[in-house]
């Protein structure tokens, strides 16, 4: 009979690596997102270029395309990332990108009349996208980021490719060395749908918090 502890904390070792990609991915496609959202309703037209270049890229190349681009071509323009630093860049790069969108559309939501209101108040546009748009904007945007987050955890099995020890990988090598298949991914199969679920959890939670005090605010 197979000792299956062993092999089992090894998948769970490489939920920990899944874990770190999500979070540091996530944080990343953050920034991207409201960099390159905000970029896309800039009055300057090179800010909006540039955010449009980099949404259109990410977006119409793979994301299998991109790690290998990040972990194997960098190097030789000098840059030379570890696995893991590789895989954060390259998912938080692609999904920061479908993030940038919902920026995007979550700011164009807000109402003329709350723009109007920031003019006859004389804030200054930084001041009236940081005090009334983005409060008002944010939480029309939670429920796809909460779903881009999702998209993200599952996108970490690609960098398994560059053979970082996340759970996916994991699975290969305990699938390889015991001649099972249904186990281990049947272990990595539940282990997904609960972080999944943490982060869903987790988004409902912002949502509510989000939208505290907002009643009747939008227009």
């Known amino acids: 009979m197979t000792d299956w502890s ?21 944080v990343l496609a ?3 997102a409201f960099l390159a959202g905000l970029g896309r309703v800039s009055r300057f037209m090179a800010v909006r270029a540039l955010a449009t270049t980099y949404i259109e890229f990410f977006r119409g190349t793979s994301i299998f395309v991109q790690l290998f681009w990040v972990y194997f071509v960098l190097p030789f323009a000098g840059v030379t990332l570890s696995p893991l630093q590789a895989g954060v860049l390259a998912l938080g790069l692609n999904v920061g990108a479908y993030g940038a969108e919902v920026v995007r559309g979550a700011v164009k939501a807000i109402g ?30 939670l429920p796809t980021f909460g779903n881009n987050a ?14 970082l020890t996340d759970m996916t990988f994991q699975a290969q090598v305990v699938r390889a060395q015991t001649g ?8 990595i199969l539940v282990l997904y749908f609960l972080m999944a679920l943490a982060i869903s959890t987790g988004m409902r939670w912002l949502e509510r918090r989000a ?9």
């Open 6 to 26: 062993g092999y089992i904390g090894l998948i769970l070792q490489g939920a920990l690596v899944t874990l770190q990609l999500t979070v540091m991915g996530s």
């Open 30 to 32: 953050v920034i991207m």
């Open 112 to 141: 003329r009349e709350q723009r109007e209101a920031c003019i006859a108040l004389n804030l200054t546009r930084g001041q009236a996208m940081r005090h009334v748009i983005l409060p008002q904007a944010l939480p029309l945007m």
């Open 150 to 163: 999702i998209e993200l955890l599952k996108g970490t099995a690609v960098v398994s490719l560059i053979s």
């Open 180 to 187: 099972s298949t249904l186990i281990p991914f049947a272990v």
């Open 211 to 219: 939208t505290r005090g907002l009643d009747g605010v939008r227009t």
